[in-house]
């Protein structure tokens, strides 16, 4: 008696375990279109530049202006911040926020009057993504000329 119960116990385990993967793969997307799906939602920047100058991988500050205006090209993105750093090693946590932008309608960018401030920095930019999970950074660097 005890081996038929022991046999009935095994079958319906079976049983009951094949049932729960067909319902579980039949209602599961494949890692294929959750990673593709992710993908297309993802905080990306595309592009970032500012109406000053560029010359030699540096945007250029003439010691007369004292407004600039960050231009950001980005997808899927819900806001952005602006951050100005000092450049050097480990200076993040020396950064400051100039700014923020979460009205997409007029494309992202910050103007930003900074005064008759120096420039050696970073300008980071940090895109918060739709999906409130991904981000996207960037940065570029400003200085002003020495005349």
């Known amino acids: 008696m005890r081996i ?14 094949s049932s729960v993967e067909e319902s579980v793969s039949a ?7 959750e990673q593709a799906d992710a993908e297309d939602l993802q905080a990306k920047i595309l592009k970032v ?7 030699s991988n540096w945007w250029v500050v003439s010691r007369d202006t004292n407004t600039m205006t960050i231009h950001v090209e980005a ?3 819900e806001s952005v911040l602006f951050w100005v750093a000092p450049t050097g090693t480990e200076t993040w946590k020396e950064r ?8 997409a309608s007029d494309g992202w960018s910050l ?10 920095d970073h300008i980071a930019v940090q895109a ?3 999906d409130r ?8 660097i400003v200085h002003t000329l020495e005349e």
């Not at 103007?111 to 050696?120: A, K, L, P, T």
């Open 111 to 120: 103007s930003w009057e900074f005064g008759d401030r120096q420039f050696h």
């Open 49 to 55: 530049s500012t109406d000053l100058p560029y010359d």
């Open 96 to 103: 400051e926020l100039i700014g923020y932008d979460i009205d």
């Open 128 to 130: 918060l993504g739709m």
């Open 133 to 140: 999970r991904t981000q996207a950074n960037e940065s570029i």
């Open 4 to 17: 038929k119960h022991m046999f009935l116990l095994v079958l319906l385990l079976l049983v009951a375990c």
């Open 75 to 77: 997808e899927n993105i």
């Open 27 to 33: 209602k599961a997307p494949t890692p294929t279109n």
